[in-house]
């Protein structure tokens, strides 16, 4: 799972001079075991949940998902990110088209008529805009701890109004990260809030992802019901990082990228 990270500004990382220097950032499960792993070398990013990962190329604004399981991966660059929030403003569109028409058709329906498809809808009618995504909120708890030897904040993310988890959130300028590396993190992360925005009636993604990294992640709700367990950073190291952890396993198939208009 995608840990919320950096929201350390470019023009701050702008002053700092770019020495690049692997790093490793290793969380562990509640047993010990090892967990979520992100790598960073010259400007890639590895994000590894288990037999998936998500890499990052910054130079080339390249995202490729990779699946263990079914041993495939799917390559998103900017040119596919915007075919696929055209195809998302398309599918927008055509639905709001399409609940103006019927609400045309209901307004001439007999009362009893009307009244029947509205209990049929659940006797809320028919909306007037395709639905906006749940609101996301970061709530400060107000209290820290050190979580491997680093402080971090208490937050609560809550999602329509529901806990999703709670998390203890660092600055990444406190962490042992170097600058350069901070940069390929932050690119990332602004690269998936784009992926996220593209979803319909906008995204709260800006949300999702508080400033810095965090050090501990607790699941609440459906996730902890559906057996997520909680994670914590166990060690920040820079020791030599293998090329090949960017680059798709030997054998995977490529998928292709679904396209989300609607003809």
């Given at each position: 799972?995608?840990?919320?990270?950096?929201?350390?500004?470019?023009?701050?990382?702008?002053?700092?001079?770019?020495?690049?220097?692997d790093?490793?950032?290793?969380?562990?499960?509640d047993?010990?075991?090892?967990?979520?792993?992100?790598?960073?070398k010259?400007g890639?990013?590895?994000?590894?949940?288990?037999?998936?990962?998500?890499?990052f190329?910054?130079?080339?604004?390249?995202?490729?998902?990779?699946?263990?399981?079914?041993?495939?991966?799917?390559?998103?660059?900017?040119?596919?990110?915007?075919?696929?929030a055209?195809?998302?403003?398309?599918?927008?569109e055509?639905?709001?088209?399409?609940?103006?028409?019927?609400?045309?058709?209901?307004?001439?329906?007999?009362?009893?008529?009307?009244?029947?498809?509205?209990?049929?809808?659940?006797?809320?009618?028919?909306?007037?805009?395709?639905?906006?995504?749940?609101?996301?909120?970061?709530?400060?708890?107000?209290?820290?701890?050190?979580?491997?030897?680093?402080?971090?904040?208490d937050?609560?993310?809550l999602?329509?109004?529901?806990?999703?988890?709670?998390?203890?959130?660092?600055?990444?300028?406190?962490?042992?990260?170097?600058?350069?590396?901070?940069?390929?993190?932050?690119?990332m992360?602004?690269?998936?809030?784009?992926?996220?925005?593209?979803g319909?009636?906008?995204?709260?993604?800006?949300?999702?992802?508080p400033?810095?990294?965090a050090?501990?992640?607790?699941?609440?709700?459906?996730?902890?019901?559906?057996?997520e367990?909680?994670?914590?950073?166990?060690?920040?190291?820079?020791?030599?990082?293998?090329a090949?952890?960017?680059?798709?396993p030997?054998?995977?198939?490529?998928?292709v990228?679904?396209?989300?208009?609607?003809?």
């Amino acid at each position: 799972m995608w840990k919320p990270l950096t929201a350390a500004t470019l023009t701050a990382l702008a002053l700092t001079a770019p020495a690049f220097a692997d790093t490793h950032i290793a969380f562990v499960d509640d047993a010990g075991k090892p967990a979520t792993q992100v790598y960073v070398k010259d400007g890639n990013v590895r994000l590894e949940t288990g037999g998936d990962a998500i890499l990052f190329d910054t130079a080339a604004g390249r995202f490729t998902m990779i699946d263990g399981e079914q041993r495939s991966y799917l390559v998103m660059d900017a040119a596919g990110m915007e075919r696929m929030a055209a195809g998302a403003r398309q599918a927008q569109e055509q639905m709001a088209g399409a609940m103006a028409q019927m609400q045309e058709q209901m307004a001439q329906m007999p009362p009893e008529q009307r009244a029947m498809m509205e209990q049929m809808m659940g006797g809320a009618g028919v909306p007037t805009a395709p639905m906006a995504p749940p609101k996301v909120e970061i709530k400060d708890a107000g209290s820290t701890q050190k979580v491997a030897g680093f402080r971090c904040k208490d937050v609560q993310m809550l999602t329509g109004g529901r806990p999703v988890a709670r998390m203890c959130v660092a600055d990444l300028e406190s962490l042992d990260i170097p600058a350069a590396d901070r940069a390929a993190l932050d690119a990332m992360h602004q690269g998936m809030k784009k992926m996220a925005a593209m979803g319909p009636a906008g995204s709260a993604a800006p949300d999702i992802m508080p400033e810095g990294l965090a050090l501990k992640y607790v699941p609440q709700g459906a996730a902890a019901r559906d057996g997520e367990g909680p994670e914590a950073l166990q060690s920040i190291s820079h020791g030599a990082v293998k090329a090949d952890l960017f680059a798709v396993p030997r054998g995977y198939t490529e998928e292709v990228m679904p396209d989300m208009g609607v003809r």
